[in-house]
Nanobody, 123 residues
Framework: QVQLVESGGGSVQAGGSLRLSCASS????????MGWFRQAPGKEREGVAA???????MYAESVKGRFTVSQDNAKNFLYLQMNSLKPEASAMYYC?????????????????WGQGTQVTVSS
């Protein structure tokens, strides 16, 4: 059974930083396209960042320059470093995996999902 387990969420003041982690049981982890999504109450799930098999990353416009996605294939971990956080970043954050090449960060392209980790940014 595929498992993606997120951690690292929490409460932070605006301008602060958090690093989210996603532990994966996928094998081989390096064969999967990975992404981060977020969903705030009453809003649709939004693609935040994704990373290609060769390490190429893509970001939502709203987080470019502040968020960085990375992965450690040896440890089967995906990360999301979030800097200069804004209150509008408050949401449940999910990691997701796809076996198929992605060109945009759309939730419909990802088949495996974690349970999420909550991020709250106060002003």
């Amino acid at each position: 059974q595929v498992q993606l387990v997120e951690s690292g969420g929490g409460s932070v003041q605006a301008g602060g930083s958090l690093r989210l982690s996603c532990a994966s049981s996928l094998y081989p982890f390096s064969a999967y396209y990975m992404g981060w999504f977020r969903q705030a109450p009453g809003k649709e799930r939004e693609g935040v960042a994704a990373i290609d098999l060769d390490g190429t990353s893509m970001y939502a416009e709203s987080v470019k320059g502040r968020f960085t996605v990375s992965q450690d294939n040896a440890k089967n971990f995906l990360y999301l470093q979030m800097n200069s956080l804004k209150p509008e970043a408050s949401a449940m954050y999910y990691c997701a995996a796809s076996l198929f090449r992605i060109f945009t960060i759309q939730s419909r392209d990802f088949a495996a999902w974690g349970q999420g980790t909550q991020v709250t940014v106060s002003s």
